[in-house]
């Protein structure tokens, strides 16, 4: 076993404060990993104040990891010490169902097993996340970072990358294709640059005029004021994919009538109920379909990495010290961060 620092939540209403565990010994297959950097998402608020149902304390949160491999199992045959890896959203699943074996561990039928906040399924410890100086992940769970990245800014890629690309790859999005991105957060900015990168026509939904020389920024084709009921209706029937971003509720109606005939409205920032009601109408009188996605299976999530590589697309970030984390957290919920932000973990050396 090794002593890990790192920074946790004790409670739903406590500040992240340092905290101190130990990580498990290496099995055969483990990864020990010296973590380098920490992207910080929305998720991870939601989990240390348990927003999404009671969490398991203490939560040391962290999903978005890039890091050195320092110390392999002994049938470890993928990595060696000193590559670059990343660990996202998962660190274990069952293996043997439909899912796992078609590389989709995020649909596992017994429940993929999360960076942190779930329960290892060998000894049934408490799984801690990358706001630490290491971690010990199984090596199916981990990601190869190529060299083309700037590795500063890959961590996101883990989290809010594969959430963007994900269902633009699973839908088939193309060339010519015409995407509308709802939301210019975390998620939003990169799912204009996915889009984009596809070959499709982008336009972003905002609520705000304010929004639109930064929507322009970020590649957009053309900007819609979704509060402008001149231009949603100006854009009526018009979309194949709306990839909603959204993370709060909010009115899909109108956004469902901006969809062709046989178009698709895809869910992957909220989770809650959907409120206010969406209108069958809006969905059987033009064979609409309004679907979701959930982040991505290993084998996707390397393959986002590569294309990111390829395609020279990063994610636009704000570097801080874990010292600064409960201020960051506050700034995200006011909307204050362009795009992620992501922790120098040397940071931690600092106390």
């Not at 890896?85 to 043997?96: L, T």
């Not at 900015?189 to 920024?217: C, D, N, P, Q, Y």
């Not at 018009?238 to 901006?258: A, E, G, K, M, R």
């Not at 979701?292 to 020279?312: K, M, P």
């Amino acid at each position: 076993m090794s002593q890990a620092k790192s920074y946790a939540a004790q409670s739903a209403t406590t500040p992240l404060a340092p905290f101190s565990f130990e990580r498990r010994a290496l099995r055969e297959d483990d990864i020990n990993i010296d973590i380098l950097y920490c992207g910080v998402c929305h998720s991870d608020i939601h989990v240390a104040e348990s927003d999404w149902g009671p969490s398991n304390y203490p939560i040391v949160p962290g999903h978005e990891i890039v890091g050195r491999v320092t110390e392999i199992g002994s049938k470890v045959t993928k990595y060696k010490a000193g590559d670059l890896v990343g660990v996202g959203c998962m660190v274990d699943s069952c293996q043997h169902c439909s899912h796992c074996s078609s590389d989709l561990e995020q649909y596992c039928d017994n429940g993929f097993v999360g960076t942190y906040g779930f329960k290892d399924l060998i000894d049934g410890t408490l799984t801690y996340g990358g706001y630490s100086d290491h971690i010990v992940v199984r090596e199916k769970f981990v990601l190869s970072i190529p060299e083309a990245l700037d590795v500063r800014k890959a961590a996101p890629l883990l989290c809010a990358g594969i959430t963007t690309y994900s269902p633009l790859r699973h839908h088939g999005v193309k060339a010519g294709d015409k995407v509308g991105i709802l939301g210019m957060g975390g998620l939003g900015h990169m799912g204009v640059k996915f889009a984009k990168a596809l070959g499709a026509e982008v336009t972003i939904f905002t609520r705000s005029e304010s929004k639109i020389a930064e929507a322009k920024k970020q590649g957009a084709d053309h900007v819609i004021v979704s509060t402008d009921d001149a231009q949603m209706q100006a854009v009526a029937m018009s979309f194949d994919y709306l990839l909603d971003t959204i993370p709060v509720q909010h009115d899909l109606n109108p956004y469902l009538n901006c969809l062709k005939v046989d178009g698709t409205h895809i869910l992957v920032g909220l989770i809650e109920p959907i409120e206010p009601t969406v209108h069958s109408v809006n969905l059987v009188l033009k064979r609409r379909v309004l679907t979701g996605s959930l982040i991505g299976g290993i084998a996707e999530t390397q393959e986002v990495l590569d294309f990111c590589a390829e395609h020279n697309i990063e994610c636009d970030a704000e570097m801080i010290n874990i010292q600064d984390i409960n201020e960051a957290y506050q700034r995200m919920k006011k909307g204050d961060v362009k795009y992620r932000f992501i922790i120098d973990m040397k940071s931690l050396k600092n106390g």
